[in-house]
């Protein structure tokens, strides 16, 4: 037993640890855990990214059953839904997509609660304030590496947005191999499923991540709300919609984001670290790396440019 040391002191024996021995299996399992700690951060992460990636999945699956329902119509950027974006037709809502396919995500309940409201109380608003009455938000929008997300407190928060370039009317101008997008009427949607993808399904982004919270400096308190029902909000839950500084070819996204370090509320960012996930139109997720360029990530925001995907696509 070479740790042991025995002593006597008169009749009897005590054996136990010297200082030095205590002191050196202490650093061996500090050595141990800061060896283990990267390889549970990475397990935890690749959780985290699974977890993250079957929610696009299933809101890409919402958002195209939400089309088949209403006969290949895509939901507004923001607006009423079904009908006419611009008008309550006594049977529709106003809000974003993420509003709308809450009958299709196992929230018809809430959904109803929400038409409820705006009939009874002509409320535009209605999608904000039943959110808020909420003491717990929706599991499938939040994903688990949104360190700003905290799903009790923030109950309107999402770690989502929509294109705004698929969801929204666009014009797109291609001058060679450069696609760029020039905001017009916007929001007012009109877009079909699959006609509205010409590009392609599998080659354009349909949802993309989004920090719930982004408290910058200059920003704050802006992110991406599931129940906005304002456009021009920085809450708004969508990216590639701002000023030409923020869409193609400008459209950017952050990776390893977090509420304190966002670069801004505009664009895509998302916790998870190398990689930001994307829900593509054909029902996939698409893993993007960080290294892909600028110009790539534009082109598979553009639905209709009709050019290839780069080969770091």
Request: charged letters at 10%; glycine letters at 8%.
């Amino acid at each position: 037993m070479p740790f042991l040391v025995s002593r006597r002191r008169g009749r009897d024996t005590y054996l136990g640890f010297t200082l030095i021995e205590l002191l050196v299996v202490i650093a061996i399992i500090a050595i141990l855990i800061g060896l283990l700690l990267p390889a549970v951060q990475k397990v935890r992460e690749a959780a985290n990214r699974s977890q993250c990636s079957n929610n696009l999945k299933q809101m890409n699956l919402g958002i195209q059953n939400c089309a088949d329902t209403y006969g290949g119509a895509l939901p507004p950027v923001c607006g009423y839904f079904p009908g006419n974006y611009n008008v309550w037709n006594g049977n529709n809502v106003r809000g974003q997509p993420h509003a709308f396919i809450l009958p299709f995500i196992e929230q018809q309940n809430m959904y109803n609660d929400i038409l409820a409201v705006m009939k009874s109380k002509s409320d535009p608003d209605a999608v904000w304030h039943v959110a808020s009455s909420l003491r717990i938000g929706i599991k499938i929008y939040a994903c688990p590496s949104d360190s700003s997300f905290m799903l009790s407190s923030y109950p309107r928060d999402a770690s989502y947005a929509v294109n705004a370039l698929l969801f929204g009317q666009s014009a797109v101008t291609v001058t060679g191999n450069t696609a760029t997008f020039n905001r017009n009427a916007g929001y007012a949607g009109g877009a079909r499923f699959p006609a509205s993808l010409p590009d392609g399904t599998s080659n354009t982004i349909m949802w993309i991540e989004k920090i719930g919270e982004c408290h910058t400096t200059s920003e704050n308190s802006s992110g991406t709300t599931w129940a906005n029902t304002t456009l021009n909000n920085p809450h708004l839950g969508a990216v590639a919609w701002w000023s030409p500084t923020y869409t193609p070819p400008n459209a950017y996204f952050q990776i390893a984001a977090t509420d304190a370090k966002c670069i801004t509320y505009r664009n895509a960012s998302t916790g998870h670290t190398g990689v930001i996930l994307a829900g593509m139109g054909d029902g996939s997720v698409k893993y993007i790396a960080q290294g892909m360029s600028a110009n790539t990530y534009g082109l598979a925001l553009i639905p209709n440019d009709g050019l290839p995907l780069p080969q770091d696509w």
